[in-house]
């Protein structure tokens, strides 16, 4: 349990930057409401809300093993639970993101919002068979998965605020006003 003990800075800082993100997301979502596109929800699903996902899990992980758990391996069971989530949430976001006809995705986009954070899953849906022999490689391995969303959400959510400031802001302002 140690070892488990040595993370909890980590984890405060993790679980303090996801939380006051998601936060922020939703400041800079009520902004760009003011006129939104056409067919945003349709957008918003494939794009805005695995945003919030990440930064969530980011999040719960870093409550979670914040927890004073008797053994690693219980606590990273359930990290392989969230991890297993997390990918099915990756290919149904996949899914989401072929399906909308708002915006034609790019590498870039495939690469953050689903190839990434499918990895970071996958990631923790392994970690509890690596605890049962390997409990500090688990443990790198649940941190490396939870910073990588973290990264993953802060990527995605400067994408996305940019997207509406320079590029569907800019078509606005170019519409004749009436």
């Not at 909308?100 to 970071?120: G, I, K, M, N, S």
């Not at 998965?145 to 995605?156: C, D, E, P, T, Y």
């Amino acid at each position: 349990m140690h070892d488990l003990s040595q993370w909890d800075s980590f984890y405060v800082i993790v679980g303090s930057a996801a939380g006051a993100l998601i936060g922020l997301q939703f400041v800079v979502m009520t902004l760009i409401a003011e006129r939104p596109p056409l067919r945003a929800a349709e957008a918003g699903a494939a794009f805005a809300t695995p945003t919030i996902v990440h930064f969530g899990a980011a999040l719960l992980l870093s409550a979670l093993l914040r927890a004073p758990w008797p053994t690693v391996t219980l606590a990273t069971a359930l990290c392989g639970i969230i991890g297993l989530g997390g990918a099915i949430y990756a290919v149904i976001t996949a899914r989401r993101l072929r399906t909308q006809a708002v915006y034609r995705p790019e590498f870039e986009d495939w690469l953050f919002h689903v190839l990434l954070p499918l990895v970071a899953y996958v990631i923790l849906a392994l970690s509890p068979f690596a605890a049962l022999s390997y409990e500090r490689v688990a443990l790198f391995a649940v941190a490396g998965a939870a910073l990588l969303l973290l990264f993953i959400g802060i990527h995605n959510a400067w994408d996305a605020v940019s997207y509406h400031v320079f590029v569907n802001r800019q078509d606005k302002d170019a519409e004749p006003r009436q």
